[in-house]
């Protein structure tokens, strides 16, 4: 009998724990990259973050932006960007694939919080799918927020307006 009580107490401690199995690595940058291209990966190119993009990049992040450069990885009208962005405390590693200047495919591919790994699920990140970037520097889609994870949820909406920016920015530098 009291085995039993044990481990209905254990079970009902470990429902209310935050979500520790929320970390991990999902899937590699390099897998990401294969299967955005059908496995036929381009050789990365750099960005360079300079004065022209910088100030976009940081108002849509709402923060400073510290990186000199960025690796993307484009062929004709595709892209991806393999980018972080802190959620509450820890970097979130999202894999965003442009095609054609809207999203083809989002995917957290490493998750370091404790808390919101629900984002990494494909019923959230389904979402960004064919979101395009308006003038404003918005989605042109709403995207569903999840109940404790707040915080995640923003990390991924601005890195995929980051992308979508990046990805006109240089298909207007190829084009001229």
Same mark, same amino acid.
């Given at each position: ?37 059908? #496995?036929?990966?381009? $050789?990365? @190119? !750099? %960005? ?52 054609? #200047?809207?999203?083809? $495919?989002? @995917? !957290? %591919? ?67």
């Amino acid at each position: 009998m009291r085995l039993i009580h044990l481990l209905a107490a254990f079970f009902l401690f470990t429902l209310c724990m935050p979500q520790p199995f929320a970390k991990g690595v999902y899937q590699t940058k390099s897998d990401f990259v294969s299967t955005a291209f059908a #496995g036929e990966s381009p $050789k990365p @190119k !750099v %960005l360079w973050i300079n004065g022209e993009i910088k100030p976009s990049i940081e108002a849509i992040l709402a923060h400073k932006f510290n990186k000199l450069r960025l690796k993307y990885w484009q062929q004709a009208d595709e892209s991806v960007w393999i980018m972080n962005e802190i959620g509450k405390e820890s970097p979130i590693t999202v894999g965003i694939h442009v095609k054609q #200047g809207k999203i083809a $495919k989002t @995917k !957290v %591919l490493e998750y370091r919080e404790t808390r919101g790994g629900e984002v990494r699920h494909d019923f959230f990140t389904n979402q960004f799918i064919d979101a395009q970037l308006q003038a404003d520097h918005q989605l042109d889609k709403h995207i569903d927020g999840i109940t404790g994870a707040t915080l995640s949820v923003r990390a991924l909406t601005k890195l995929s307006r980051i992308a979508l920016y990046l990805d006109g920015y240089i298909r207007q530098q190829n084009a001229n």
